[in-house]
């Protein structure tokens, strides 16, 4: 029996002292967590990004080191694909390439990396998988991420999307929730973020969007609820569109200058909650005509040449209070425009003022 019990505790030391000495990435092999290396000078486990994604499993790390990597990386697996040190994709190289896409239901971290001159700099078109792009610059793309049709929650966070030709996120029809935080977009030939027809719940929160083509945030058709806070809009058409939506809206802390309006909604249904805006427009303010939602409006400054609120025909209550409402233009200048609405209005420390002919509420 003490022969038995020396063999046994002899077997267990041997096993115990092998795995003590196992490489790091044999040894991570074994949990499922093993970290692959990628440098194109061959002095890391892989030259190249895809052939070091093409061998990881879901829970492994592919960490790229820094260079220009001329690439088209495909993820299928959830794994973690970093760049601590600022690697960069070039799709110079690639007639409509794309520099990362992510495929069916993977959950992929993406971050770090600087990703330039591609059709589509992340596309995750039809996913459904639940994956976030963090602390990465797409330049000089079509499209900055470009996702529609996806169902998985997304997240989008500490980003920037820059002279693109289109939108810098197209993500139409998507049914997931999704988060874009502290992320700017500067410079796009679009909508900052076209999401048209989507049916998640979004959030936007810390958000600019400089010198868009098109709005700043195209929600039109949505259905599902928003909240948007602490967000700028400068040099647009419009701050945030969201016309035939029918979710609940909560806007905090949200600034349009430079753009001809600041909120558009028409044929919605959904309630509307804004608060601690700051709206400097050349034409209209607030444009919610034909609205069935109730709406409350606080803490606003509204400055605009033509109207501060145009409210034509809406249908549920507002409430207006703590705000001051200018129009600039010489004629037909109008404060609040509620013609033929149906419910009441209830209007608590309100300043309209205009230098123009008309004010009229």
């Known amino acids: 029996m003490d022969d038995a019990r ?10 115990v002292l092998t795995v003590a000495v196992l490489p790091t990435s044999v040894a991570g092999a074994q949990t499922g967590q093993e970290t692959l290396t990628v440098n194109k000078d061959g002095s890391a486990d892989y030259r190249s990004i895809q052939a070091a994604v093409n061998a990881a499993n879901s829970g492994d ?3 790229v080191q820094p260079g220009t990597y001329y690439e088209a990386v495909r993820v299928n697996e959830s794994i973690t694909l970093v760049a601590p040190d600022r690697a960069i994709l070039d799709g110079s190289r690639f007639v409509n390439g794309t520099g990362i896409t992510v495929v069916g239901t993977a959950n992929p971290n993406v971050t770090g990396f600087t990703v330039r001159n591609y059709r589509f700099g992340v596309a995750a ?3 459904n998988g639940d994956w976030t792009l963090t602390e990465t610059t797409v330049i000089a793309a079509d499209v900055g991420v470009y996702a529609p049709n996806a169902s998985g929650n997304w997240t989008i966070e ?3 999307i820059a002279r693109t030709t289109y939108s810098g996120v197209f ?4 049914g997931g929730d ?3 935080r502290d992320t700017r977009f500067v410079d796009v030939g679009g909508d900052g973020a076209d999401v048209r027809k989507s049916s998640g719940d979004w959030t936007v929160s810390a958000v600019v969007v400089d010198r868009s083509g098109a709005d700043g945030i195209d929600a039109s058709g949505t259905s599902g609820d ?3 806070q602490d ?17 609940d809206w909560t806007v905090t802390d949200l600034t349009v200058r430079r753009s001809d309006t600041g909120l558009v909604t028409a044929f919605s249904s959904g309630a509307w909650t804004v608060s601690n805006a700051t709206l400097d427009t050349r034409d209209i303010g607030v444009f919610a005509a034909r609205t069935t939602g109730a709406w409350s409006v606080r803490n606003a400054t509204i400055e605009s040449s033509q109207q501060g609120i145009h409210a034509v025909k809406t249908n549920a209550s507002w409430i207006l209070s703590d705000s001051t409402i200018t129009v600039t233009a010489e004629r037909n200048a109008i404060g609040v425009d509620a013609r033929s609405a149906s419910e009441g209005w209830s209007l608590t420390d309100v300043t309209i003022e205009s230098s123009g002919i008309k004010v009229a509420e």
């Open 61 to 63: 790390t592919v960490e």
């Open 178 to 180: 999704w988060t874009i």
């Open 125 to 127: 078109n039809g996913t």
């Open 231 to 247: 967000t700028e809009v400068r040099q647009s058409d419009t701050g945030v569109k969201a016309i035939d939506s029918g979710g």
């Open 6 to 15: 020396t063999t046994l505790l002899a077997l267990l030391l041997s096993v």
């Open 158 to 160: 500490d980003a920037a």
């Open 171 to 174: 993500a139409r029809g998507t």
């Open 226 to 228: 928003w909240r948007v």
